[in-house]
């Protein structure tokens, strides 16, 4: 079956480097993604990576992929009191024929800045 | 603004109520979705519709009822519903075919008495 899980919570002192890990049980995912969520608003897109690759940076984002123990992570650094958010990691399994981007969802990780 | 836009944003219903939830998406997007986020839980994704077809119920209650009457719009038709449906209703639409991104409307944030 398809199962995403991420722990629920992170508390980072600003400045700091946040590091939210995640572990999917899909083999055969094709993308692998990281959504944002501030309170009151939907979720945006911060980055992917295709299952392919095994790192992606962005700025101050750096994605790591380890495909074999099926696991993602996302490292902020110099995070900031606005990165305070809902982190969300979503897969989307190998590719069928239904023609739309089916995504399975974490729980999300609730980071939290202070100063 | 994502391009995707839900109205409304709060919404308080008794479990006798009907009661619609609206989504526009004005990104020219073939695929549309509704999710249901409750705390501590992952998104579930309750329906998909492509090209204004739904392709996927995943096994909603019929007390949930969707409607696309064309590509940029996307409805959830609500009655007699539970205090267990209470929750944040999303809605998302994608390209459809490119595997890259959906893009998230803000959410109704659904209170049943």
């Known amino acids: 079956g398809e199962d995403v899980e991420q722990s629920l919570f992170l508390s980072v002192r600003e400045g700091d480097s946040s590091v939210i890990n995640c572990t999917y049980t899909?083999?055969?995912?094709?993308?692998l993604y990281w959504y944002k969520q501030e309170p009151g608003a939907g979720l945006q897109l911060l980055t992917y990576i295709f299952s392919n690759m095994d790192m992606k940076q962005d700025q101050r984002l750096t994605v790591l992929l380890n495909k074999k123990d099926k696991h993602l992570s996302l490292r902020i650094a110099d995070t900031q009191t606005g990165d305070s958010a809902i982190y969300f990691c979503a897969e989307t399994p190998a590719l069928f024929s239904g023609g739309y981007n089916k995504l399975i969802f974490g729980a999300g990780t609730r980071l939290a800045v202070h100063p | 603004e994502t391009g995707v836009t839900q109205t409304p944003r709060h919404l308080v219903m008794g479990m006798t109520n009907k009661k619609s939830l609206k989504c526009e998406q004005h990104?020219?997007?073939?695929?549309m979705y509704w999710y249901k986020q409750s705390a501590k839980k992952p998104l579930e994704l309750m329906f998909v519709?492509?090209?204004?077809?739904?392709?996927e119920n995943n096994s909603v209650p019929s007390r949930f009822s969707p409607e696309c009457p064309n590509s940029s719009h996307l409805f959830l038709h609500l009655h007699t519903l539970q205090p267990e449906d209470s929750a944040l209703y999303l809605c998302?639409?994608?390209?459809?075919?490119?595997?890259?991104?959906?893009?998230f409307g803000p959410g109704t944030r659904l209170t049943v008495l």
């Open positions: 990104l020219g997007h073939n695929a």
């Open positions: 519709y492509n090209f204004k077809e739904q392709t």
């Open positions: 899909d083999s055969s995912s094709t993308y």
């Open positions: 998302a639409s994608s390209q459809g075919t490119s595997g890259e991104e959906q893009f």
